[in-house]
């Protein structure tokens, strides 16, 4: 399994996700020692399983990303069991509930603000802590989302929350640059997954549609003409990852098929 992260140590949040499994499996693919992490751990523990039956190394442990001692429980037992420091880490865990602006109620904000942003920076500062004790140039990517470059008026928690990811993303790039270590993240578009299906279902709701009318009038609006796959993300993740991509920290990527251009 030779590739681009031969031999590195990779964490994933979210891993037990639809996005964080394909990057789990994109990185494992390329030679990477991945760790996949997640509040509710069964499905990392079964694609770490399926990475580990393909030939692959993958280790899954539960980390709650709202929790600093959780992190940093889960990172100990990770560089315990690959028996080294982390050299990337990926931040996938992410929530999002569909409510129209004036019936967002205060604890659905909170949920989302402590899970999407304030979770994105405890994973950032323990990563970013790890790798500046252990000298490690590492590689840390946010996952953010077109949501957080505009308005978005049923799901406004989740958009302000990745609008804070993006700004987030500036400051811990400045941050650790001294170090060698860089700080990026991807704005994915309309992923083909469950998260998409659940705004589209409130969507259809709220206009008095069906689902699948739903999908195809936002798939209609995509440049490319086509719904994102998980595999799409994982794409530019990989890249973020790699040396490729070396001389870039603090950028925010659209990765969305042309939804958003700036
Ligand atoms: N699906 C999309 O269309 C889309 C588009 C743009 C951005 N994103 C972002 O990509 C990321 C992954 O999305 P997905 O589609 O795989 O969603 P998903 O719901 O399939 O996965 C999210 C994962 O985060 C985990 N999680 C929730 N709260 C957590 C916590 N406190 N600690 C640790 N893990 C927690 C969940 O258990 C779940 O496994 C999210 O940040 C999402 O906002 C998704």
């Known amino acids: 399994m030779a590739g681009r992260f ?95 602006f004036l019936d967002l109620p205060k604890e659905n904000w909170d949920l989302t603000m402590n899970v999407n942003l304030t979770g994105t920076f405890l994973v950032f500062q323990e990563v970013g802590r790890r790798m500046v004790d252990t000298g490690v140039k590492g590689r840390i990517v946010g996952i953010s989302s077109v949501s957080g470059r505009g308005g978005r008026p049923n799901v406004v928690d989740y958009a302000a929350s990745k609008a804070g990811v993006i700004s987030l993303v ?37 206009k008095g549609i069906t689902l699948e009318e739903s999908l195809a009038s936002m798939v209609s609006t995509i440049p490319l003409g086509r719904i994102q796959t998980p595999d799409d993300v994982a794409d530019v993740v990989a890249f973020l990852l790699s040396d490729d991509a070396g001389y870039m920290t603090g950028q925010s990527l659209n990765a969305c098929g042309g939804l958003e251009m700036d």
């Open 6 to 100: 031969e031999g590195k140590r990779i964490l994933v949040t979210g891993g037990g996700g639809e996005i964080g499994t394909a990057i789990a499996r994109r990185l494992a693919g390329e030679g990477g020692l991945v760790i996949l992490t997640d509040v509710a751990v069964g499905r990392s523990e079964e694609t770490a399983q399926a990475i580990r039956s393909s030939g692959g190394n993958a280790w899954a442990f539960s980390m709650d990303v709202t929790s600093p001692s959780s992190v940093a429980s889960a990172l100990d037992q990770a560089e315990q069991a690959t028996g080294g420091p982390l050299f990337g880490a990926v931040t996938a865990a992410g929530v999002l509930k569909i409510f129209d």
């Open 170 to 206: 500036r400051s811990a790039a400045l941050a650790l640059a001294r170090y060698g270590i860089t700080v990026n993240a991807v704005c994915p578009g309309v992923v083909d997954s469950e998260m998409t299906r659940k705004v589209h279902q409130g969507r259809a709701a709220l």
